[in-house]
C-alpha cells in the first residue's frame, strides 16, 4: 500500500479509477424504501428488486446473508461479484433506478462474465436498463 494509504503502488491495482463511487450505494432507508415501492425478479444467482424513481439520483446495494453463505469468504465472493456486476454496466442502469441484489447461494458456481450477463439480462426484464 502507498503511504497515502491508496492501493495504486500494489501490482495488479489500477487505483481509483474501478472503484465503485461512494454516492452510488443505498443507506438503510433507502434499502427499506426499495423493499416497500419495488418489484422484486428472479435469476439463477440472485434475486434483483428495483424501484424506478426518477426525481433520485439511482443507486445500489448488495445483500448476502449468513444464512445463504454460511462462510465469510463466501459471502465476499458473492457481493464482490454482485458489486463488480453493476459496476461495468451502471451507465447502461436508468437514472433514477434504485437496485438491490440478493445474492443466491448458485452465484459462487457462476464466474464473473455469468453474473454481469445475468445481471444486464434481469435489468432489461425490470425495465432499468437504456439501450
Not at 444464512?67 to 459496476?87: C, G, S, W
Amino acid at each position: 500500500m502507498a503511504q497515502d494509504g491508496s492501493s495504486a503502488a500494489l501490482p495488479g491495482h489500477a487505483g481509483t479509477g474501478h472503484r465503485l463511487p461512494r454516492e452510488c450505494r443505498l443507506t438503510s432507508p433507502a434499502f427499506r424504501e426499495v423493499f416497500d415501492g419495488g418489484v422484486s425478479f428472479a435469476s439463477r444467482s440472485f434475486a434483483l428488486w428495483a424501484l424506478k424513481a426518477p426525481d433520485r439520483k439511482g443507486g445500489f446495494g448488495v445483500i448476502a446473508s449468513k444464512r445463504t453463505f454460511h462462510d465469510a469468504h463466501q459471502r465476499n465472493r458473492a457481493k464482490r461479484l454482485m458489486r463488480e456486476a453493476y459496476r461495468t454496466r451502471r451507465e447502461r442502469v436508468a437514472d433514477g433506478a434504485l437496485l438491490v441484489l440478493i445474492g443466491r447461494r448458485r452465484i459462487l458456481d457462476a464466474t464473473s462474465g455469468d453474473v454481469c450477463a445475468e445481471f444486464e439480462r434481469t435489468c432489461r426484464r425490470a425495465g432499468v436498463w437504456v439501450d
